[in-house]
């Protein structure tokens, strides 16, 4: 038996697999983010330490015979987060999240220091990334940079705390802006650029390398029979990645979660920095992924639902089953700034075309469509970084509304394929890692695909319509970016 972990924003979650690859039983226990300061995201490490406990018990409680058999945990995460160890060990602050924006200036900064950042760290310095925000912590915070000895990303410091070893995995190291991702290595130079060094790094490994030894306390409290195996384990959409199967080469998701992600995975390192195209390692040995990344995706139609003070599946209830005409409203997603491929941490979202006939089904149908373009915006930035995809798994809680992947598939040009169990995601992937690391079986032997249920295909008529629609939203973006520049808040 194998657990995976995969500590997300909203929710830590973990499943328990058998060895035929089956979910037998799986718990989540949600997390809170604060918001300090307008644009600031943070957790408290201490909190995904009391929702891993709560989960793992609960999961010990309910399926004792299970969980003695466990040999070995994957883990997956939400990357790019600062957690800030002292001498010893304890949390100086709390993490500091991927969604995070406040060390703008200092992505400049960062990038003027370490000229060669883009080539070697495969990333536009960016906001959500860790490294610009230690030299935030530096500048605003002396007192804290100066105690600081040690920084892990938040699975990392999960694992420090279930085993005691200060390790991460190639995925999730990438996503640091500290990583050579070339040459799967911490950067001298990254670090330098941000005033540490390697010995304030955990060490790192492959995703399906074995990285410590569950506590033996722990592996008492859950009643294990022995100590399980941790494996290296990846960044939550590496993990996705590995869930789905997406371990060869032109192998593609598009996941409509939180944030939106279009993924391809490659089997060498391709930066493509200037079209805001993340290139990272994979979780799996001598692979990397290009990917690109629009910050508000099934959020958005989250914060519609709350302004609107309805429940998201009402709002979608009061659209038609298939969509046969653009809605006269554009939506522009950017409540939390955008990444691919604008690179703006400032801009912010805005309706555009309303008028006093404009209904709310109208702006909800909008949102679809507003989010459809801006993956849209992806597939044209990864098309000019060498990768052309032509379909993609969907997966994400989006993926759930078949009528919101008919929009992206009319949108992006791509044939979507909806999976059977899509919504397993990073917490299964992580389970595969475990697998691999305890077993040793080969990669494309245990990552197979999952198997597909429906498959959406473009609608020439509807492409053909988005057209003008899409024309009209890339003007939006530098009209309401003057529009802000010109007029501060």
Request: overall charge negative.
């Amino acid at each position: 038996m194998f657990v995976g972990l995969d500590l997300g924003t909203s929710s830590l979650k973990a499943v328990l697999v058998d060895d035929r690859q089956q979910v037998v039983a799986s718990h989540a226990h949600p997390l809170r983010v604060t918001s300090p300061q307008p644009g600031w995201s943070e957790q408290a490490p201490q909190d995904w330490w009391a929702a891993l406990l709560g989960t793992m018990d609960a999961l010990a409680a309910a399926n004792p015979r299970e969980m003695a058999q466990v040999v070995g945990i994957g883990l997956s995460g939400q990357q790019h987060g600062a957690v800030l160890l002292g001498a010893d060990g304890g949390v100086l602050r709390p993490c500091i999240l991927w969604n995070d924006l406040r060390s703008v200036a200092q992505c400049a900064e960062f990038e003027r220091r370490f000229p060669y950042s883009r080539q070697v760290c495969g990333n536009i310095a960016m906001p959500g990334f860790t490294a610009p925000k230690l030299i935030w912590v530096a500048e605003h915070e002396p007192e804290v940079f100066a105690a600081t000895r040690h920084v892990l990303l938040p699975k990392a410091w999960l694992r420090y705390r279930m085993t005691g070893e200060m390790i991460d995995d190639m995925s999730d190291a990438a996503g640091s802006l500290w990583l050579d991702v070339g040459g799967r290595c911490w950067s001298d130079a990254a670090l330098a650029a941000t005033g540490l060094g390697r010995d304030a790094m955990p060490a790192v490994v492959e995703g399906t390398a074995r990285a410590g030894l569950l506590h033996a306390d722990l592996a008492r409290r859950w009643g294990m029979q022995g100590r399980p195996v941790l494996a290296g384990g990846a960044g939550d959409n590496a993990a996705g990645a590995v869930g789905l199967g997406a371990v060869q080469a032109g192998s593609s998701f598009l996941s409509l979660g939180t944030s939106g992600v279009l993924w391809v995975t490659t089997d060498r390192f391709r930066p493509h920095p200037q079209g805001g195209i993340h290139a990272f390692c994979h979780a799996v040995p001598a692979t990397w992924h290009q990917m690109g990344v629009t910050l508000s995706a099934a959020s958005s139609l989250a914060w519609w639902a709350r302004v609107t003070g309805m429940a998201e599946s009402a709002l979608l209830a009061e659209l038609p089953p298939e969509i046969t005409r653009p809605s006269p409203v554009m939506f522009l997603p950017y409540l939390s700034g955008e990444r691919t491929p604008h690179n703006d941490g400032q801009i912010r979202g805005s309706f555009a075309g309303l008028s006093d006939a404009t209904t709310r089904a109208e702006m909800t149908q909008a949102v679809l469509e507003g989010v459809a373009f801006s993956f849209r915006d992806v597939v044209d930035a990864l098309a000019d970084a060498g990768s052309v995809l032509h379909d993609a798994d969907v997966i994400g809680g989006g993926s759930h509304s078949r009528l919101w992947v008919s929009i992206l598939a009319n949108v992006t040009g791509l044939a979507l394929h909806r999976l059977a169990h899509g919504a397993q995601g990073g917490a299964f992937g992580a389970a595969r890692l475990a697998r691999i690391a305890v077993t040793g079986e080969a990669v494309a032997a245990i990552c197979q695909p999952q198997q597909r249920e429906e498959t959406l295909v473009p609608d020439a008529t509807m492409a053909a319509a988005y057209a003008a629609p899409l024309a009209r939203y890339r003007a939006l973006y530098p009209a309401l970016r003057g529009a802000m520049a010109a007029c501060p808040a």
